[in-house]
């Protein structure tokens, strides 16, 4: 039987049916409290700082090209010149903190190994510091995997020191930079897919007009007292943002895990290695081609 910290039955202490006590956010939080008490001004415990360890406690990753480590490359000492690679550490603040942990894959695994599960979150801002490969996003958001199509909608594509930021691999799955990840069963498909470049398609027109072009659109709606056109305005990119909305909620409860392949193997998802003009919003390729 699970009792919560005061004794009580476990009973109303699931969050949204995931069977995880909150009670496990509230020790994990203390912990990390008390270590940076014990970290800025030398208060020292009995038994020190503990914080709580789960099985499937989510490790936050800020998805940016994997830079040199200090140290790796070349020189004298160790690994005979070989650079190692860091991965930048995504530390959320606590005033507006995230889970902490995840649930099981529902599929995708063996009798020996389990998938590690792919959670994904963006952030209005972030904070670096003297580490770099550690960062502090502020007020972040998770997001299910199916709505990354909102994310590839204004993504840049061009690749950054030889990385692409976006492919797609020849099982089905999706890369990111140096992750890969397959989504949920049936939600990256041919139906989604042409819903995201169709939209993107609209975005980029709508935003290659000039305002030569559209003056007496701006003078209509003034002398009528509305605002300058907003892309909300435009019926075609309403449409394409609930329909593409209502697509992804069909794999919200659905998780990604993560897919064991190098990303270098995945397929670029331009249309054309050639950037055309203007440079934003470059097109996407066709579902066929891909």
Not at 12 to 28: I, K, R
Not at 125 to 151: C, D, K, M, W
Request: glycine share 12%; aromatic share 6%; hydrophobic share 40%.
């Amino acid at each position: 039987k699970r009792e919560g910290l005061d004794g009580r039955d476990g009973s109303g202490l699931d969050d949204f049916g995931s069977g995880l006590p909150l009670e496990f956010a509230l020790l994990h939080h203390f912990g990390l409290a008390m270590r940076e008490v014990q970290r800025s001004t030398g208060f020292q415990r009995s038994h020190g700082a503990h914080i709580l360890q789960h099985p499937c406690m989510l490790q936050w990753e800020f998805m940016q090209p994997p830079s040199a480590a200090k140290g790796g490359c070349g020189g004298k000492g160790r690994g005979g010149g070989k650079s190692a690679v860091g991965r930048c550490g995504a530390h959320l603040e606590r005033k507006n903190a995230l889970g902490f942990a995840t649930r099981l894959p529902a599929d995708g695994g063996t009798n020996q190994k389990l998938p590690r599960v792919a959670v994904f979150a963006v952030s209005a801002s972030v904070q670096g510091s003297e580490n770099p490969g550690r960062v502090y996003p502020v007020g972040a958001t998770s997001l299910p995997a199916s709505h990354l199509a909102f994310i590839l909608l204004t993504a840049k594509l061009n690749p950054v020191q030889g990385m692409r930021r976006f492919g797609m691999t020849a099982r089905g799955g999706f890369s990111i930079l140096s992750r890969c990840v397959n989504l949920p069963g049936g939600c990256l498909g041919k139906a989604w897919w042409e819903q995201i470049c169709k939209l993107r398609a609209t975005l980029r027109l709508q935003l290659s007009k000039t305002p030569v072009t559209e003056q007496h659109v701006l003078a209509s709606r003034a002398s009528a007292g509305c605002p300058p056109l907003l892309l909300a305005d435009v019926g075609e990119i309403q449409d394409g943002v609930w329909s593409l909305l209502t697509t992804g909620l069909e794999f919200e409860n659905k998780e990604a895990t993560e897919l064991a392949m190098d990303p270098r193997l995945a397929a670029d998802i331009l249309a054309s290695p050639t950037l055309s003009v203007p440079a934003a919003l470059q097109p996407l390729a066709a579902w066929d081609d891909l």
